[in-house]
Each structure stands twice: as C-alpha cells, then as structure tokens.
C-alpha cells in the first residue's frame, strides 16, 4: 500500500482568473493527467484516494481557485491532510499582469468570478490578496503575460513530460529591466555592465540574436570572465537544487531594454546549462518589441 502511495501524484492548478488554468489543465490532460476542474477542496483526499485504488490512474491534477468561494478555504486543510496520508503533491501557480488579465476577459466577456458590480481592477486586487499565502507555497509559478496557448502547452510540456526522479527543468529568460523582473524568476543576473550595443549604430537597430551583436557582447574580456564564473556557479548550484528536490529553476537575465545583452547571454547560459545534461526552455520576454525593426 504505500509503495502505491508513493507511485500516486497528486498536482494543485491554481492561480489568478484568467491565467490560462484551464488551458493548463488540457495540456496537463494530454500528459497522462486524470483532471478534475473546481472540485471543492474537501473532497480531493476522498477522490485521491479512489485514484489509488484504480491501476490506470496514477497522475491527478485538481484545478481549485476562487469560484470555490467559501469551500476554497478549505485547501490548506486538504494539503495537511494529503501530506499525513503519504500522498505526495505539488501546486502550480499560474499567474499575469493586472493589464493582459483585464484585457482576455475584454476579449473572451467572461465576469471576473469576484466581480460583483465593482470594478474588474478591484476584483482582480483582491484575488491576489486571497491568493497570496497559496503563491507564497506554490513548486512552480508560471506568469503568462507573454505567452500564447501554445507557448504556454510548450512550457509545461518541457516541465511534466516524462519526468524523471532528480532531474530538473531550467527555463531562461532574458528580459529589460525598464519593462519589469519577470515575476516567476528564482535567480535573476544584472548584465547591465557590459557593452551595450545600443550604442553602435551598425547594431542598434539589430537583435542579441543576430551574430554581429553576439560577437560585440561577448568579444570584450570582462564578459568572457563573468561567463566563466557565471558557468561555475551553476555548476555548483542546479546538483544542490536538484539535491533538495526543485523540478524546476527559472534563471533571469536582465539588460535595459531586454533587446541586445540579455538575450546574447541567455542563449549562451542555456546552451552551457544544456552541456550539464539539465533540459533547459530559453525564453526572450521582450525581444518581439524589437523584432519589426531588426531589418
């Protein structure tokens, strides 16, 4: 029985009204996921459980948020409960900008579950409040603002695809600081030091993926050091990660504008991270702001 206990995974959905929950829950489905959509909380250890009991269902996603109302408090009790049964789980947190939220309920014209007469600004302010300690908990945290539906099935594909006991998913994502952090990075590395491109008129108007670019950010001595050292400090770090458990790290690699520097050296992390024999996603958060002008 308990050898069964181990082999059974239960995942928490949850995260902020229109998020992309249920299109995560579609993916996850197609992973081997037996999904359940807005079951109270309660309930999960009774249904979890049965789950056990059945051979072709070993993997068991519940999407629980706020249109649970008053059964969603119930959660951490369940959680508590999951962890004294053996039953091990883990929460993804999906999350977006107040602006893109309030924009795909303009687009879709669903109400805000919270929305009862105020305004949709105010709905979504306090279901970060409520949401608060769960994020506080959450294994991983995905923010979609940037991500389409396919690019978000992509990302959880890299994550919950055939994973594997101690192995690690890296996800880097180079991104300007003058648009803000990336709310879902774990590490995050300034690299506003180094040479900017910007500056060149031969390069300005061009991209950290074209190769004149690459050859300007990483020609200069001081970036070829602070690589070196970069390389070696997650040498020693992603075994101590993996060591504790974390199936997923997101690195950010920050520049101004997220056009020239960052993406040079996310690429080139990734790329070095994939030679340690981790799976790694690249990411280039605001590169397509500059993508129109790279000709």
Do not use: W
């Amino acid at each position: 029985m308990d050898r069964e206990k181990e082999k059974n995974e239960v995942l928490i959905i949850t995260g902020l009204s229109g998020a992309g929950k249920t299109q995560a829950a579609n993916c996850l489905e197609d992973l081997g996921y037996f999904c359940v959509d807005n079951l109270p909380p309660a309930l999960i250890p009774k249904f979890t459980e049965l789950s056990k009991q059945s051979e072709g269902v070993k993997k068991v996603a519940f999407v629980v948020d706020v249109r649970g109302g008053q059964f969603f408090n119930d959660l951490f009790r369940t959680l508590t409960e999951l962890e004294q049964d053996g039953t091990s789980h883990s929460i993804l947190f999906l999350e977006a900008s107040d602006e893109i939220l309030i924009r795909r309920f303009k687009e879709s014209r669903r109400k805000h579950p919270l929305s009862v007469g105020e305004r949709i600004t105010d709905a979504i302010k306090l279901e970060r409040e409520m949401l608060g300690e769960l994020r506080s908990q959450a294994d991983l945290i995905i923010d979609t603002s940037n991500l389409n539906v396919h690019q978000l099935k992509e990302e959880l594909v890299r994550i919950y695809s055939q994973e594997q006991e101690g192995f690690m998913t890296i996800t880097v994502v180079s991104f300007g600081f003058k648009f803000g952090l990336p709310l879902d990075a774990d590490l995050v590395f300034d690299v506003r030091f180094m040479a900017n491109p910007k500056y060149v008129d031969e390069l300005s108007h061009l991209t950290g993926e074209d190769s004149g670019v690459v050859d300007y950010v990483m020609e200069p001595r001081l970036t070829r050091s602070f690589l070196r050292r970069l390389i070696n400090f997650m040498r020693f770090l992603l075994p101590n990660y993996t060591q504790e458990g974390k199936s997923h790290l997101v690195v950010g690699i920050g520049c101004t504008g997220g056009q020239h520097r960052s993406v040079v050296v996310a690429n080139y992390l990734s790329g070095e991270v994939r030679k340690m024999g981790y799976r790694t996603l690249t990411k280039h958060r605001d590169l397509d702001k500059y993508k129109g002008n790279s000709k």
